[in-house]
């Protein structure tokens, strides 16, 4: 898909609902409202769902939009239109390119991941690894070791590209390079990468990636996974998860188990077809960004927020690398009192969000984040620092989400 005319970042943000008075630093972990969503949400409730009723499968084309969606993504990761399909959780889509590669990958036995990756990556492959037994095991090293890790026992290297703690990047060309000459084959995470830097699937030769739609991509509170197989992959994997929906002919209704064309086969059941609407208002708006432009401005901001900080608040010590080439669009924070600071700061309308044990992250999204609103935060967060008012009771007091 080409890109359409690109927008501009001074007026994306009027493509977006923010309630007033809020600094949203936090469209890395839940991008905010596009305003087009509701409506294009309420068309599929109503005209849709409502009027053509079990009709919507054909008429509506709620069947195909696993794929449709997939090949608007596809733009955005560097992937080939067709090898992206929409469904399911990040987790269950890590769990199934995992399973894919190990059988692709048949006479090693070790999953190769690192320590700066997110938790549930690491435990479905640690679920897949006791369901398989046969001598499987998960291998975890620090981030800066794998390359040394990589070796003729690793039938697969695991990796979220961007750390979701820290934001340092991994050099997907390099490591999945390193990976194939040593013969293992490449998973990559894109959690936080997708909708916040250039990425190059296709020309970095990767074998398999899976990412969120909720976070930078902005689809809303559970919105659908994406995967992704290279072509000359996806009509040798065998679905660890074989549901109807990745048959060769579902309506065929047969009793044996058939793989569908390509990454349709990782499809697995019924598409969440309101949810996928909402994607799709978000679409709308990604299908004119220019994602180099996108970049060079979420460095911008953050080097500017890097920089304020760093002279207002020196009891915050940074987390994430001090490059903005080894930085995805986040930059972070430790502090021992980390959690009733965010709660502090949230308190006062700059949202971002705390990562346990002692993390502050602070998301950058040119889309409608600007220059005012970094220097607004920066002003925030030092008065908060200077005055301590983050030492109220009423901060340190935990919720379930952090
Ligand atoms: C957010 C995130 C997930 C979340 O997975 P879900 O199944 O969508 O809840 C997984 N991996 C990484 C790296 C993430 O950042």
């Known amino acids: 898909m080409t890109l359409l005319a690109p927008l501009d970042f001074a007026a994306t943000k009027a493509l977006f609902h923010l ?19 509701p409506a294009r949400v309420a068309d599929c409730v109503q005209a849709e769902w409502g009027d053509m009723l079990i009709g919507g499968w054909n008429k509506a084309g709620w069947m195909d939009q696993p794929a449709r969606l997939g090949a608007r993504i596809a733009r955005l990761i560097g992937a080939e239109p067709e090898a992206v399909v929409l469904g399911d959780t990040l987790s269950i889509k890590i769990y199934q390119a995992l399973a894919a590669a190990l059988q692709l990958n048949p006479t090693r036995r070790v999953i190769l991941s690192d320590s700066g990756n997110f938790p549930s990556d690491l435990y479905m492959a ?31 290297m695991m990796l979220t590209q961007v750390d979701y703690r820290t934001g340092r990047l991994h050099d997907m060309a390099d490591l999945t390079r390193h990976a194939h000459q040593k013969g293992a084959l490449t998973l990559w995470d894109l959690a ?21 739609t909720y976070k930078y991509l902005n689809g809303g509170p ?12 996806a009509a040798h994997v065998a ?9 060769a002919a579902p309506f065929d209704f047969s009793p044996t188990y058939q793989p569908g064309q390509g990454v349709s086969r990782l499809r697995v059941g019924t598409p969440a077809v309101l949810q996928m609407a909402a994607l799709e208002a978000a679409l709308d708006i990604w299908d004119r960004v220019d994602i180099a432009a996108l970049r060079a401005a979420s460095i911008t901001l953050s080097e500017m927020f890097l920089t304020g900080v ?12 001090r490059a903005a080439a080894h930085r995805g669009s986040q930059v972070s924070f430790h502090h021992p009192q980390g959690y009733a600071i965010m709660q502090a700061l949230i ?18 999204t040119p889309l409608y984040i600007g220059a005012d609103e970094v220097r607004g935060a920066v002003d925030i967060l030092a008065q908060i620092m200077g005055d301590r008012s983050w030492d109220r009771p009423q901060f340190h007091r935990r919720a379930a989400v952090t």
Not at 19 to 37: C, F, H, K, M, Q
Not at 192 to 211: K, R
Not at 222 to 233: D, L, M, N, S, T
């Open 222 to 233: 559970g919105a659908p996974a994406f995967i992704y197989v290279a072509p000359r992959h």
């Open 347 to 364: 308190a006062k309308g700059v949202i971002g969000d705390f990562r346990a044990p002692d993390i502050l992250r602070f998301g950058f």
């Open 239 to 247: 679905p660890a998860l074989s549901g109807w929906l990745g048959h």
């Open 19 to 37: 309630p007033e008075g809020v600094i949203y630093l936090d469209g890395n972990s839940l991008g905010p409202l596009p305003r087009a969503t």
């Open 310 to 321: 760093q002279d207002l608040c020196p009891e915050l010590r940074l987390a994430s690398p």
């Open 126 to 156: 640690e679920g897949l690894v006791k369901m398989l037994g046969q001598g499987y095991s998960l291998r975890i090293v620090a981030p800066d070791d794998i390359a040394d890790a990589l070796d003729e026992n690793v039938a697969v």
């Open 192 to 212: 936080h990468s997708a909708g916040a830097l250039p990425i190059d699937l296709s020309g970095c030769g990767v074998d398999f990636a899976a990412g969120c």
